[in-house]
């Protein structure tokens, strides 16, 4: 699959460039999620982190621009692919590292891994691994807002695939209908797993498939942030005046779906280019043109990077794994009829709880 050219990732508008304080911020914020998402890498060879890791490897500059748009109290669903957006928001390197160790003083207490993290202090209503069951649930809470007269919106990203699926469709004709505060984020990195866009969207540009439900829509170019942050500015306002709205970041992922992908759809020709059209590499390069970022202040940034990665791999090693009793302890916020939890000494399932019974609160 051939990579997108600048021009092919083209904005909807030029963003106004500030004094470059917020550029370097943006810089800086690559490369930590850089950083960090090949120190995940690594710790997946060596056994450290189970299950899936999927990686923001290439997908850094639309990660932060649409991130940094965010107010501390709105709300923030992502897909599987969620370490970028977590660091984005803020949540600590540590807390995040050692969730995907598995870690009970991971974001997750351990019990969720690289595609559940979640953080209801930060607003990060979590990672969902499941393809496209976050946007219901974001649009639900677009809906309590709107319901109880909020002022947050609901920031809700998805891959490219998740395009196709019924939930998305459903979910933007409600979002429309009742004007919620909410901006649908589609991460179109070209490939829903090694299916091109092409292949699997009879409209490949995916940002037009709003219009179906009159929601105005954006494409923007994915390896510039400050484009991204523009967009996703314009997006929000529109969503806390009541109109929904929509984002097609146009991204490369460098690597396979997962890190145990070997990307083997792609030829090496086509391997090579998408190094070179590296977000970071290239944004880089335009900070150094309008001298923003040296060489030295590049290291600079890429040692402090490295140094906060190091100290959450140690914070991750030194954590205690999560105690198995408190498996199902974060499984429901509320009491639930047939709950699974239990009080020291209890049987596993309790007869009301066994599977198959039913209980008298259930059946009335």
Known sequence: MPTRSKAQRTSTAEPQRGDGKAELAFYRQMVLVRRFEERAARGYAEAKIGGYCHLNLGEEAAVVGVMAALEPDDYVYTSYRDHGYALARGIAPERVMAE????????????????????????????????????????GTALAISHRGGTEAVLCQMGDGTTNIGAFHESLNIAAL????????????????????AQSSAEPELFKRSSSYRIPSARVDGNDPVAVHAAACEALASARSGRPFLIETITERLKGHSVVDPASYRSRAEKAELLAGDALAEYAATLAEREL????????????????????????????????????????????????????????????????????????
């Open 100 to 139: 995907l160790y598995g870690r009970a003083d991971g974001v997750s207490k351990g019990w969720g891994g690289s595609m559940h993290l979640f953080d209801a202090d930060s607003r990060f209503m979590g990672g969902y691994g499941i393809v496209g069951g976050q946007i219901p649930l974001a649009t």
């Open 178 to 197: 009742w004007g919620l505060p909410i901006v649908y984020v589609v991460s179109n990195n070209g490939l829903g797993m090694g299916t091109t866009v």
């Open 293 to 364: 970022l040296s060489e030295e202040s590049a290291r600079e940034i890429d040692d402090a990077a490295m140094a906060a990665v190091d100290a959450a791999v140690a914070f991750a090693d030194a954590s205690a794994h999560p105690a198995a009793s408190t498996l199902f302890d974060y499984t429901y916020a509320t009491p639930v009829p047939n709950d699974s939890r239990r009080l020291p000494g209890e049987a596993l399932f309790p007869a009301a709880a066994r599977p198959g019974a039913v209980t008298a609160e259930v059946r009335a």
